[in-house]
């Protein structure tokens, strides 16, 4: 079963637009990671959001953690065709050992 | 630093045929995850481990799946007998320590993608 879900499913768009992808869950997480991967490839870690309400910027990419520590958002402003991939949102339970859940992926294609 | 290495990168068998996968991690990593990422999904955890011991195996179907980290260092992880609906990418990751935080960071293989037909 899935514990995060993540909205759009698929984006595609030009060069140059903004765009936001929602990551939405019932339960809390002590904290949250976001992913891209590629075609072929593992997923890399892109951020680690912690406090509740808490806002990072990693160049165009911006990442918040909800309030309540059960949703997150990832907005990139200007995409380029760089930005192509599958993101993923993955809430970190702490159980006596860290495990990570992972939502349902959003895939974004940017064209030029 | 030398990644997460996987092989086969690619396997096609048939129902009912069994498959291994291996897994070498980072040096000096102690903590071991093996995902299975079905096409369109995000990775699920099947099984954890803290050095050479289970820490999560919750969500490994373990009437046909098996993994083991004899000397806590490369994995293996076995399907037998495999069925269609495993057709999948089969992720390794790897990390400094069990825990470690909230900053802990998984580093991920390239997969093996398993075809069953």
């Known amino acids: 079963t899935q514990l995060l879900e993540q909205s759009p499913q698929f984006l595609s768009i030009q060069e140059g637009e903004n765009l936001t992808v929602y990551c939405n869950s019932s339960s809390v997480f002590s904290s949250l990671q976001w992913y891209r991967q590629e075609p072929g490839e593992g997923p890399v870690l892109l951020v680690t959001?912690?406090?509740?309400?808490e806002v990072k910027k990693l160049k165009r990419l911006t990442f918040q953690f909800g309030d309540a520590r059960k949703d997150s958002s990832l907005h990139i402003t200007a995409a380029q065709t760089g930005d192509t991939g599958l993101y993923l949102c993955?809430?970190?339970?702490?159980?006596?050992?860290?495990?990570?859940?992972f939502g349902t992926g959003t895939r974004l294609l940017v064209s030029p | 630093e030398a990644g997460v290495a996987q092989s086969p990168r690619y396997k096609i068998i048939e129902k009912r045929q069994s498959v291994a996968f291996w897994c070498n991690p980072i040096s000096g990593h102690a903590t071991l995850y093996w995902y299975q990422q079905i096409l369109g999904q995000g990775p699920k955890l099947l099984i954890q481990?803290?050095?050479?011991?289970?820490?999560?195996d919750s969500q490994l179907p373990k009437d046909r799946f098996s993994a083991e980290r004899l000397k806590g260092v490369d994995s293996t992880l076995k399907i037998q007998p495999a069925k269609l609906e495993d057709s999948a990418v089969y992720l390794c990751a790897s990390s400094f320590m069990l825990g470690g935080g909230p900053y802990n960071e998984q580093f991920f293989g390239p997969g093996t993608r398993l075809t069953v037909l």
């Open positions: 959001v912690v406090t509740g309400g």
């Open positions: 481990f803290q050095n050479n011991g289970v820490v999560d």
């Open positions: 993955a809430g970190v339970m702490n159980t006596g050992f860290q495990k990570l859940v």
